[in-house]
């Protein structure tokens, strides 16, 4: 099993940035892919940005092209997602999870572990 602790979630003014880390221990699988998903109060877990295991691919929706950016430490089980140019849309509750093989999926079903959330709420 692995588990996945993510930080760095608050409250930031609509234009600001905050960078959330999200650390894999346990029973790491060999390689795998990581992705950050976001839940917002009655709306269902959507992908934000995944990343496959060595750092070289990532893939973002569309909604935070341009602002976000999903990187991976040299240790690999660490990532981070650098958030720029926050909206109020942009408040949820922000997981990360992990899944292998090494293919970061849009669907959250495909995930094997998920970390425990952490809140960012932009306010306007």
């Known amino acids: 099993q692995v588990q996945l602790v993510e930080s760095g979630g608050g409250l930031v003014q609509a234009g600001g940035s905050l960078r959330l880390s999200c650390v894999a221990s346990g029973r790491t699988f060999r390689t795998y892919a990581m992705g950050w998903f976001r839940q917002a109060p009655g709306k269902e877990r959507e992908f934000v940005v995944g990343?496959?295991?060595?750092?070289?691919?990532?893939s973002y929706a569309d909604s935070v092209k341009g602002r976000f950016t999903i990187s991976r430490g040299v240790a690999k089980n660490t990532v981070y997602l650098q958030m720029n140019s926050l909206k109020p849309e942009d408040t949820a509750v922000y997981y990360c999870?992990?899944?292998?093989?090494?293919?970061?999926?849009?669907?959250?079903?495909?995930?094997?572990?998920w970390g425990q959330g952490t809140q960012v709420t932009v306010s306007s």
């Open positions: 990343i496959n295991w060595s750092g070289g691919r990532t």
């Open positions: 999870a992990a899944v292998s093989p090494d293919y970061y999926y849009t669907d959250p079903r495909k995930y094997d572990s």
